[in-house]
T-cell receptor, first 112, second 115 residues
Framework: QKEVEQNSGPLSVPEGAIASLNCTYS??????FFWYRQYSGKSPELIMS????GDKEDGRFTAQLNKASQYVSLLIRDSQPSDSATYLC????????????FGQGTELSVKP | DGGITQSPKYLFRKEGQNVTLSCEQN?????MYWYRQDPGQGLRLIYY???????QKGDIAEGYSVSREKKESFPLTVTSAQKNPTAFYLC?????FGRGNYEQYFGPGTRLTVT
């Protein structure tokens, strides 16, 4: 089992819809969770961090964390074509120090 | 402007040659990291450094070497021993390594092609 798993996609949603991206992790000691957005040919950009159970909202983005079920999700409301990118989930566990474990990423395509 | 710079953006080398990729940050971050990304893949950790004059191997360190002589700089050398060096190389930094803040910020990357 991979440490951090994401559906590779592509996930296709119409403009204005809600895009839902999911990530599961295997280590129950995981403490910190991050979502990065990566446009084609570019480097990852940090868009959300979440550390405790529940929801965290930032503009059109909402991160949801459920440690009991070991998943973290990213919701993008009112999806725009400019949201089309690959979204990487990254997880930190206490015994890894500052290292992050990355999922393979989910490709999102928002159709006009 | 604070940030992380990597140079060059594109790099072409012949097989058998060593090549050094530059990474500089002016964020005053203690920790720095090197990742490799292959098409359709996530990020794999090559080396990381928690503090000046100290660094540790990541998951795929074979064929690579690093140095950390200055806080701002963490160059990566891809040696001829690396069997499949063609990839997108990403440098990242974070405030610290064990202080509870693990947010990593990335440079623009260097795309290395070895033929």
């Amino acid at each position: 089992q991979k440490e951090v798993e994401q559906n590779s996609g592509p996930l296709s949603v119409p403009e204005g819809a809600i895009a839902s991206l999911n990530c599961t992790y295997s280590d129950r000691g995981s403490q910190s969770f991050f979502w990065y957005r990566q446009y084609s040919g570019k480097s990852p950009e940090l868009i959300m961090s979440i550390y405790s159970n529940g929801d965290k909202e930032d503009g059109r983005f909402t991160a949801q964390l459920n440690k009991a079920s070991q998943y973290v999700s990213l919701l993008i409301r009112d999806s725009q074509p400019s949201d089309s990118a690959t979204y990487l989930c990254a997880v930190n566990t206490y015994n890894q120090g500052g290292k992050l474990i990355f999922g393979q990423g989910t490709e999102l395509s928002v159709k006009p | 402007d604070g940030g992380i710079t990597q140079s060059p953006k594109y790099l072409f080398r012949k097989e058998g040659q060593n090549v050094t990729l530059s990474c500089e940050q002016n964020l005053n971050h203690d920790a720095m990291y090197w990742y490799r990304q292959d098409p359709g893949q996530g990020l794999r950790l090559i080396y990381y450094s928690q503090i000046v004059n100290d660094f540790q191997k990541g998951d795929i360190a074979e064929g690579y070497s690093v140095s950390r002589e200055k806080k701002e700089s963490f160059p990566l050398t891809v040696t001829s021993a690396q069997k499949n060096p063609t990839a997108f190389y990403l440098c990242a930094s974070s405030i610290g390594f064990g202080r509870g803040n693990y947010e990593q910020y990335f440079g623009p990357g260097t795309r290395l092609t070895v033929t």
